[in-house]
């Protein structure tokens, strides 16, 4: 059981930092700072983030 219950802040606060994750793996990619052989990994880190596996959960 949880100790904790999390308010409406918490949660706008961590979709932020995942907004903010997405917005720089997606800038990297545009302008070529990510190796070519890491891109793929990079484009799925992108997915799992917006489908909400971000947290290392896949």
């Known amino acids: 059981m949880r100790d904790q219950i999390k308010d409406r802040e918490y949660f706008n ?3 932020q930092e995942e907004q903010a ?4 793996f997606s800038d990297k990619l545009a302008n070529s ?3 070519p052989e ?3 990994a990079v484009k799925t880190k ?3 983030l917006k489908l909400g596996r971000g947290m290392g959960t896949g």
């Open 38 to 40: 890491r891109q793929l």
């Open 33 to 35: 700072e990510v190796k």
């Open 21 to 24: 994750r997405i917005t720089r």
């Open 46 to 48: 992108i997915h799992d």
């Open 13 to 15: 606060e961590f979709l």
